[in-house]
Antibody, heavy 122, light 108 residues
Framework: QVQLVQSGAEVRKPGSSVKVSCKAS????????INWVRQAPGQGLEWMGG????????IYAQKFKGRVTMTTDESTTTASMELSSLTSEDTAVYSC???????????????WGQGTMVTVSS | DIQMTQSPSTLSASVGDRVTITCRAS??????LAWFQQKPGKAPKLLIY???SLESGVPSRFSGSGSGTEFTLTISSLQPDDFATYYC??????????FGQGTKLEIK
C-alpha cells in the first residue's frame, strides 16, 4: 500500500521561504507524478504543480512560477516543494498527491499525504 | 484556465436521501474529471475518476456521470459517514488542474 508522509508544521516570517517534504513508501516512486495542492483556511483546493521523479521535469501553475521549486530524491523516495517570498496569503495546508497512472503528469490524484500546515506571520 | 463551478454550494439532506451535485466546466474537459470527498482536517479522498469510474474501495452508492462540460456526482442513499465537502477537479491535458469551489453536504 503506497503511503505519502509529509513533514511537520512550519511557521515562517513574511519574505522567507519554506520547504515541505513528502516521503513515499510501499510502492514505485520514480514513475508516478507527485503533485502539490494547497488549501488556505476555510478555502478550496489549489493546484501548484507536479513533477515526475524519473524525468526530473516539473510543471508549475503560472501563479507560482518563479516562486516555487519542486524536486525529488529517488534515493530516499522523497519529493519536496519549496516556496519563497512568503506572504500571509501563503498560509495554508500544503499536500502532496500522487497521480494514478505512471508517467502521466495529467491524471486523477489517488494517494495523498496528510498535509502540512504552513503559517506565515510576523 | 478552465473554471469549474459546482452547485449547490451547500446541500442539506437526511440519511437515506438520494443527492446529486453538479459540476460545470468553462470549456470541454472530455471525461477528465474527478470527484473528491474531504472531511475536516483530512486530505481529500478520491471517489470517482474519468468522470464515471469508481475508485477501488469506494462504496457503490457513489456514482459519477457526464462528459464535456457538465458532470454529476450522485449518492444513491446517504449514510452518516457521507456528510462532508465534495470537490470536482478537471485534469485535462492542458494545465493547470482546477477544482470546483466545493459543495458542503450537511445533515438536515
Amino acid at each position: 500500500q503506497v503511503q505519502l508522509v509529509q513533514s511537520g508544521a512550519e511557521v515562517r516570517k513574511p519574505g522567507s521561504s519554506v520547504k515541505v517534504s513528502c516521503k513515499a513508501s510501499g510502492g514505485t516512486f520514480s514513475t508516478y507524478a507527485i503533485n502539490w495542492v494547497r488549501q488556505a483556511p476555510g478555502q478550496g483546493l489549489e493546484w501548484m504543480g507536479g513533477i515526475i521523479p524519473i524525468s526530473g521535469t516539473a510543471i508549475y501553475a503560472q501563479k507560482f512560477k518563479g516562486r516555487v521549486t519542486m524536486t525529488t530524491d529517488e534515493s530516499t523516495t522523497t519529493a519536496s516543494m519549496e516556496l519563497s517570498s512568503l506572504t500571509s496569503e501563503d498560509t495554508a495546508v500544503y499536500s502532496c498527491a500522487r497521480a494514478m497512472r505512471e508517467l502521466a503528469y495529467s491524471d486523477a490524484l489517488d494517494i495523498w499525504g496528510q498535509g502540512t500546515m504552513v503559517t506565515v506571520s510576523s | 484556465d478552465i473554471q469549474m463551478t459546482q452547485s449547490p454550494s451547500t446541500l442539506s439532506a437526511s440519511v437515506g436521501d438520494r443527492v446529486t451535485i453538479t459540476c460545470r466546466a468553462s470549456q470541454s474537459v472530455s471525461s477528465w474529471l474527478a470527484w473528491f470527498q474531504q472531511k475536516p482536517g483530512k486530505a481529500p479522498k478520491l471517489l470517482i475518476y474519468k468522470a464515471s469510474s469508481l475508485e477501488s474501495g469506494v462504496p457503490s452508492r457513489f456514482s459519477g456521470s457526464g462528459s464535456g462540460t457538465e458532470f454529476t456526482l450522485t449518492i444513491s442513499s446517504l449514510q452518516p459517514d457521507d456528510f462532508a465537502t465534495y470537490y470536482c477537479q478537471q485534469y485535462n491535458t492542458y494545465f493547470p488542474y482546477t477544482f470546483g469551489q466545493g459543495t458542503k453536504l450537511e445533515i438536515k
